[in-house]
């Protein structure tokens, strides 16, 4: 399996602590040392949140929209409508 590792992108360039992790099945998205997305390739299957951290902090929050493409409410809605599921991620 081929993994890349890449720190999310800021005004000022590269992120400490903000990874985007891309592998065979999808993208990644870790903050820390805790993983808050995951978004597969797949078009029938559904982005997953880790149900413990995903809302976790404020920039957690903030690099994790950034991630989605989405705002807080978006991702919320999309959790509320079945197009996300909370799972355990860690």
């Known amino acids: 399996m081929k993994v890349k590792v890449r720190n999310l992108e800021g005004r ?4 400490a602590n903000q990874f985007e992790i891309r592998t065979d099945e999808g993208v990644y998205f870790q ?3 805790t993983v808050i997305a995951f ?4 078009s029938n299957a559904k982005t997953q949140l880790d149900q413990d951290n995903w809302d976790y902090s404020r920039t957690t929050s ?15 809605r999309k959790i509320a ?8 991620l860690t």
Do not use: I, W
């Open 12 to 15: 000022s360039g590269p992120v």
């Open 31 to 33: 903050s820390y040392r």
């Open 39 to 42: 978004v597969p390739y797949d």
């Open 62 to 76: 903030k690099y994790r929209n950034q991630f989605l493409g989405e705002s807080k409410a978006e991702t919320e």
């Open 81 to 88: 409508d079945g197009t996300y599921e909370l799972v355990d």
